[in-house]
């Protein structure tokens, strides 16, 4: 199996997927732990795995929200690639309350008694081709934005940091006030930010260790964003988050399926 850092780097200039049926919004909890699974579903499985997880496993997701563990689960669909044959075209979004009671959640006899598991499961059509531990850190949006509606498409960009920490520190120091006032004014088409820690895997042969996400409400928005002419960045902070990154960025675009969210933005 490809490591992680070469499976970033081929899709560089890549678009994957997103889900987000009440909105998208990972804000920092120390007690939680999110978990960002790849899986590569066959080409002629889509449809059906995409129907078994929104009518099903999405179902499931509820209840375990409702019971207390789960507070977050989306679907997300690569739109392109490269590579194909040996890559994620889907990713999963789970965060847990309680990261060691996670398998027990998964269970969808309580809810489907009468549907055979064999017209339930979908991993006979897919295989986890990746798994992170992540830790979100910060989250903003634009006021007024309705997420039900406009997160519609995410880019994520995976970065290798020197000292991830002091890239989050400062990240929330610099960007964040940034690109939140940019927002709010209508300076951008980016409707939304967060960033996020890599907990595990880690080490040199990764690649990666933290992760920021940029949401737009379109397809077009997210690969060709746009910044009025009079906009001011933060050229001092950019430098100090420049300094400390290893390696040149890595990004990714999805498009929502769904998304199934405990405390959704408001």
Do not use: C
């Not at 392109?80 to 040996?86: A, C, K, L, V």
């Not at 809810?111 to 991993?123: A, G, K, R, S």
């Not at 006021?143 to 890239?167: M, R, T, W």
């Amino acid at each position: 199996m490809k490591t992680l850092k070469h499976f970033l780097s081929e899709f560089l200039q890549t678009i994957l997927f997103a889900m987000f049926l009440f909105g998208f919004n990972l804000q920092s909890d120390a007690q939680t732990i999110t978990v960002y699974q790849y899986r590569q579903v066959e080409p002629d499985k889509m449809q059906e795995f995409i129907e078994r997880e929104t009518k099903y496993w999405s179902k499931v997701a509820e209840s375990a929200i409702a019971k207390g563990n789960l507070t977050f689960w989306g679907l997300f669909q690569k739109m392109s690639g490269f590579d194909q044959p040996n890559s994620s075209n889907v990713l999963f979004i789970n965060t847990f309350k309680d990261i060691d009671a996670a398998a027990d959640i998964w269970d969808p006899s309580e809810l489907f008694p009468d549907v055979p598991m064999d017209q339930i499961e979908t991993f006979s059509m897919s295989k986890v081709i990746h798994t992170l531990y992540v830790r979100a850190e910060n989250f903003v949006q634009k006021e007024g934005a309705v997420p039900a509606d406009e997160f519609n498409y995410v880019s994520f960009i995976y970065h290798n940091s020197s000292n991830s920490a002091q890239s989050i520190a400062l990240e929330k120091e610099h960007w964040e006030p940034f690109i939140k006032l940019s927002m709010d004014a209508g300076k951008t088409n980016q409707l939304a930010w967060g960033n996020a820690t890599i907990l595990a895997p880690s080490g040199p042969d990764i690649g990666v260790n933290t992760i920021s996400f940029d949401i737009y409400p379109s397809l077009k928005a997210a690969l060709d964003p746009t910044w009025d002419d009079d906009t001011v960045f933060p050229t001092d902070g950019l430098t100090k988050i420049n300094e400390l990154e290893i390696d040149r960025r890595m990004v990714y675009v999805y498009r929502r399926i769904q998304v199934i969210n405990a405390n959704p933005p408001e």
